[in-house]
């Protein structure tokens, strides 16, 4: 009586494992990247001066980053502007006694000069780096760095908003042919185990990624509704959504694809 309990418990088992559909879903490894990363760079060769934000930090547009030491500047600008009067009274003094060659020459000075002070304002407009836009600090701490020198076109900070996510799947090469542009799928972030967030694919890349010793393709999606507490670079699990099939067949056809494989590749 035991064996036949146990043969139909199994047959049944079987029948049900094969006959039952379920929701067949693709799980990722996923990470969170901002849509747009702005990096802030030195305007011209200068020193820390202060440095009141850092990585990590909310910004709002126009939030001072950082300040640089515009000291030498302005007296740049002062003998600067000294030249220029010295070459507008020489002016004067030509067209007084009109001599052509000396007005001339006075004329390319003065125009020369102002060249140098536009320059200079324009440097001294831009010593206090601000924010572009809202959003976080990425990376970028000068705090430890005040009175250091900064060469022109130097990266101090890297911003990225705080409502412009997409998320990157990393889908295993064996599970990329059931993944299309336009399905839904859930992700947990580590940060957040319990508040599951709703996801579309957008993007698929067709080069696949070795690492960590195995290949991934990078798909790309969108976050279904806005989150607030969401930060870039947050990792977690995400699971793609594909469609309905029988259980038997979504816990075995990873074996079974391998078996395959293995199989074939012995044949002769």
């Known amino acids: 009586m035991a064996l036949k309990v146990t043969t139909v418990s199994l047959v049944g088992l079987l029948a049900f494992c094969a006959l039952a559909e379920g929701d067949y879903r ?3 490894k996923t990470v969170l990247e901002p849509i747009v990363q702005r990096a802030v760079a030195a305007p011209f060769n200068g020193y820390i001066r202060e440095a009141p934000l850092r990585a990590g930090d909310i910004v709002r547009v126009g939030d001072v980053l950082c300040t640089l030491d515009d000291r030498e500047l302005r007296l740049e600008r002062l003998k600067s502007a000294s030249k220029l009067e010295e070459y507008r009274k020489e002016y004067q003094k030509a ?24 320059l200079l304002d324009d440097q001294l407009a831009h010593t206090r780096v ?16 005040l009175g250091s020198p900064v060469e022109k076109g130097k990266v101090l900070f890297e911003i990225a908003p705080l409502d412009s996510y997409r998320v990157v799947l990393e889908v295993d090469e064996r599970d990329i042919a059931d993944v299309q542009v336009g399905q839904h799928g859930q992700l947990l972030l580590s940060a957040f185990p319990s508040d599951p967030v709703g996801v579309t694919v957008v993007k698929m890349t067709p080069v696949s990624t070795a690492k960590d010793g ?3 393709f990078r798909v790309e999606a969108a976050l279904d509704q806005p989150h607030d507490r969401l930060r870039p670079a947050m990792e977690g699990a995400g699971k793609i959504e594909i469609d309905r099939r029988s259980f038997i067949w979504i816990w075995t056809h990873q ?10 590749t012995w044949l002769p």
């Open 95 to 118: 067209m007084a006694e009109r001599e052509a060659a000396k007005v001339e020459i006075a004329t390319a000075q003065m125009q020369q000069v102002e060249s140098e002070i536009a």
């Open 214 to 216: 195995r290949n991934f």
């Open 130 to 145: 601000l924010a572009p836009f809202d959003g976080i600090v990425v990376s970028g701490d000068l705090s430890q760095s």
């Open 255 to 264: 074996v079974v694809d391998w078996i395959r494989l293995t199989v074939w």
């Open 26 to 28: 693709v799980s990722t």
